[in-house]
């Protein structure tokens, strides 16, 4: 069920999904482009009261496979102005499954500080001024009083000021960070969202689905990657040989290989650390680390964060890291783009040697005071303000922590991505790590396979952790719930539909072939510029897109894209 809520007037309404949407878009991310391509208005700012934000699962969440826990978050982003997905683990997208519900669309503006509850009798706009002013942990642990047995989706104070990199947050530290999706519900009034109850998704094979996903689970148990270095060391595990292959970004991209690093290296805060371990429903793997800071258990950086607040801003001191990035899941920001932002001010102030003033950093950006005003609004928008050229993102979206002057087919892949700077819809790291000599052909080749499956992945909502082991079985498995024969050929048709939309509705957003690239400092440092400038000319062409970026319309036709708005769109 696809549940609407006009917040303004506290009301919703349900409305069936059609089985073709399911089929062609699956939920999650491509669900949610879907639902976008509809309600959209590119005449309207982010954060105007009439753009939706929809909160989906897809179409495997809580049936029983293994690792389709996620919950996925799409708007149009603050800190972008163009369409974004955000996507988190943890038990809500179980709970808003449990409601009954596939994809909730949140519409208007509460007239006040409110919190939605879902359930699968209904949903409930409820005001919770109170609310409004506490930390993430505040937020849950009042709210968990009241509703025991509910998932929770919560901002902090950051999503509140609206400012543009503001995460969701879930259950210990999963988040839904990436390019403000904690300001798009700040912009609507809500603080939180719970949902719970006992519906079983819908499948047509149950039998079946669970002979596959023990097939699955099997697999991941069966994985000597997840099982001997991803569960216990997590995924800082990455620190080492990123830094090895000298593709570890380092003092806003300054360099590329941390000197010390190795007090920040996974086997070390595994062995100095790491006190506990946790999982999200479904899942053995129990990759969610826990660490003993002095007197406190605190929740450990993921490898991202690790970076951002680590080499990135030439910190070797791993207990600072992890209260600088607690700092950030209580106010509710992107650890990311918060890392990268304070990285580049510290660029800027001439402090990149003397990490004592990066707290008050955080929270001077979070509650937008001062110097934090200007940061908020992201590197792109400081640069500006400062007169510099050293902000690194693409299209308004901070980069991760993989150096693309190193990797090349991140290079290809960041200025490509549909959201801007972003690591996860196509790895190549692991690739590029073995040595192998690509060619910028073969990169492209590879960019483009994994953006299409990274849709697919997203849009299920699978673990991204998970996607080697389980990957065979989204033919099986989609076959189960859906009763209709899917096949792989399917599977790809579908990813490169999502990836598609996304681009389009991106294009009617202003995006164009000239923003697909990588800030200076980065093309002008490239190990390997002739190979990425033939990536990207292949890329294109894998894509039939034209020299401004579009797609052809006869790419669209053969995808089943068609909307009003398109024609004159690619005229």
């Known amino acids: 069920m696809i549940r609407y809520v006009n917040l303004e007037q506290g009301t919703s309404k349900t409305v069936p999904v059609e089985p073709a949407i399911q089929q062609e878009y699956l939920g999650g991310l491509g669900l949610g482009v879907r639902l976008l391509a509809d309600l959209d208005d590119p005449s309207l700012p982010p954060l105007h009261p009439r753009l939706p934000v929809i909160i989906a699962v897809g179409s495997l969440t809580a049936t029983g496979f293994p690792g389709a826990n996620r919950v996925a978050v799409t708007g149009v982003s603050p800190l972008t102005g163009l369409t974004s997905t955000s996507w988190m683990g943890g038990d809500f997208g179980y709970a808003l499954a449990g409601s009954g519900t596939l994809a909730l669309v949140l519409q208007g503006r509460a007239p006040e500080p409110s919190i939605v509850l879902v359930r699968e009798e209904g949903v409930e706009v409820i005001p919770r001024p109170d609310l409004w002013g506490l930390t993430v942990s505040a937020t849950r642990e009042a709210l ?35 390019c403000g999706p904690g300001a798009m519900l700040g912009s609507k009034n809500i603080k939180a969202v719970l949902a719970g109850g006992r519906a079983r998704p819908p499948v047509v094979d149950r039998e079946g689905l669970r002979t596959v996903g023990r097939e699955a689970l099997e697999a991941i148990r069966k994985d000597p990657f997840l099982t001997q270095v991803q569960g216990p060391i997590g995924t800082p595990n990455l620190v080492e040989p990123v830094n090895t292959f000298h593709a570890f970004p380092t003092g806003n991209f300054r360099q590329r290989h941390f000197e010390t690093a ?133 299209k308004g979206l901070e980069i991760a922590a993989y150096d693309p002057r190193r990797l090349t087919g991140m290079a290809i892949s960041y200025s490509t991505t549909n959201r801007g700077g972003c690591h996860s819809r196509a790895w190549t790291v692991g690739d590029e790590l073995t040595g192998k000599d690509f060619s910028g052909a073969e990169l492209a080749e590879l960019v483009f396979k994994y953006h299409n499956e990274g849709c697919i992945r997203d849009s299920l909502i699978m673990c991204t952790f998970l996607t080697g082991p389980t990957r065979p079985f989204y033919p099986q498995a989609l076959t189960c719930v859906l009763g209709r024969n899917i096949t792989e050929a399917d599977i790809a048709r579908t990813g490169e539909r999502i990836f598609t939309l996304e681009r389009l509705l991106n294009i009617r957003r202003g995006v164009d072939a000239s923003q697909d690239t990588l800030p200076r400092r980065l093309l002008e440092g490239l190990v390997a510029p002739e190979k990425y400038r033939e990536g990207m000319r292949v890329y294109y062409q894998l894509r039939d897109w034209d020299e401004r970026g579009r797609p052809s319309a006869g790419k669209c036709r053969e995808l089943g894209l068609e909307f009003k708005w398109l024609q004159p769109l690619l005229a």
């Open 144 to 178: 968990l009083k009241l509703y025991p047995d509910m998932g929770i989706l919560t901002i902090g104070p950051a999503g509140e000021r609206l400012v543009p990199m503001a995460a969701v947050r879930g259950n210990e530290s999963h988040a839904a960070a990436r």
């Open 262 to 394: 190795h007090r920040i290296y996974g086997d070390r805060i595994a062995k100095d650390y790491v006190c506990s371990r946790t999982t999200c429903p479904g899942c053995p793997v129990r990759c969610r680390l826990h660490v003993r800071i002095g007197e406190e258990e605190m929740e450990a950086a993921e490898y991202e964060s690790l970076w951002a607040f680590g080499g990135d801003n030439c910190i070797d001191d791993y207990p600072l890291i992890v209260r600088a990035v607690t700092l950030c899941n209580e106010l509710g920001l992107d650890t990311i783009s918060a890392g990268n932002t304070i990285a580049f001010y510290r660029e800027y102030t001439g402090t990149l040697h003397d990490p004592s003033g990066v707290l008050e950093l955080v929270r001077s950006l979070a509650y937008r005071e001062g110097v934090g005003d200007i940061l908020a609004r992201g590197t792109r928008s400081a640069a500006e303000h400062f007169g510099v050229d050293y902000a690194m993102h693409v």
